[in-house]
T-cell receptor, first 112, second 112 residues
Framework: DTEVTQTPKHLVMGMTNKKSLKCEQHMGHRAMYWYKQKAKKPPELMFV???????INESVPSRFSPECPNSSLLNLHLHALQPEDSALYLC???????????FGPGTRLTVL | GNSVTQMEGPVTLSEEAFLTINCTYT??????LFWYVQYPGEGLQLLLKATKADDKGSNKGFEATYRKETTSFHLEKGSVQVSDSAVYFC???????????FGSGTRLSIRP
């Protein structure tokens, strides 16, 4: 299994909603990442988890809350988002923090 | 700091034309260099990579050579196909770093 899976594929939420994005990999990778990609822009790193511990937070607002419950799963909890947070959210994983990253297909988020 | 500059798009070519997408970088030491491809509505896929000077990465007919002297990693393909239509991102990762820095992306459209 060389896949990173993400659910849901699409998500529409209001500014008062609470939702979660999920990411899963079964490659035994110990580093996992969240990226945000706005339309026609490159991905921007948000968070890096290494061995289930948060190792990088790129000054992301607290309305985004990552969670790594185990080595295969990475969640991104969303609360009180703004319309400008609408984007494609990509998850990635790698064997360790310096190895090739495998990307999931993304969750396309729309905040109304 | 590290950065990646790639040619502005969109690039429109006819099928079987020769493709070059320029990419230059700024970094200390010897970063790893990558080309990622993003097909419409999908996440990123690693197309090819090179980890040291003069390395040539190749995949699916695409090639790029790590040129330390010109700090470049230009992407080439001898004969493009309609199925190559996508956005291409040049990227680098510093030595022992987790963070990948992406260029702005180049949209490629191939007409039959």
């Amino acid at each position: 299994d060389t896949e990173v899976t993400q659910t849901p594929k699409h998500l529409v939420m209001g500014m008062t909603n609470k939702k979660s994005l999920k990411c899963e990999q079964h490659m035994g990778h110990r580093a996992m990442y969240w990226y945000k990609q706005k339309a026609k822009k490159p991905p921007e790193l948000m968070f890096v988890y290494s061995y289930e511990k948060l190792s990088i937070n790129e000054s992301v607002p607290s309305r985004f809350s990552p969670e790594c419950p185990n080595s295969s799963l990475l969640n991104l909890h969303l609360h009180a988002l703004q319309p400008e947070d609408s984007a494609l959210y990509l998850c990635a994983s790698s064997q360790d923090g310096a190895s090739r990253q495998f990307f999931g297909p993304g969750t396309r988020l729309t905040v109304l | 700091g590290n950065s990646v500059t790639q040619m502005e798009g969109p690039v429109t070519l006819s099928e079987e034309a020769f493709l070059t997408i320029n990419c230059t970088y700024t970094a200390t030491g010897y970063p790893s260099l990558f080309w990622y491809v993003q097909y419409p509505g999908e996440g990123l896929q690693l197309l090819l990579k090179a980890t040291k000077a003069d390395d040539k990465g190749s995949n699916k007919g695409f090639e790029a050579t790590y040129r330390k002297e010109t700090t470049s990693f230009h992407l080439e393909k001898g004969s493009v196909q309609v199925s190559d239509s996508a956005v291409y991102f040049c990227a680098l990762r510093g030595v022992s770093a987790s963070k990948i820095i992406f260029g702005s992306g180049t949209r490629l459209s191939i007409r039959p």
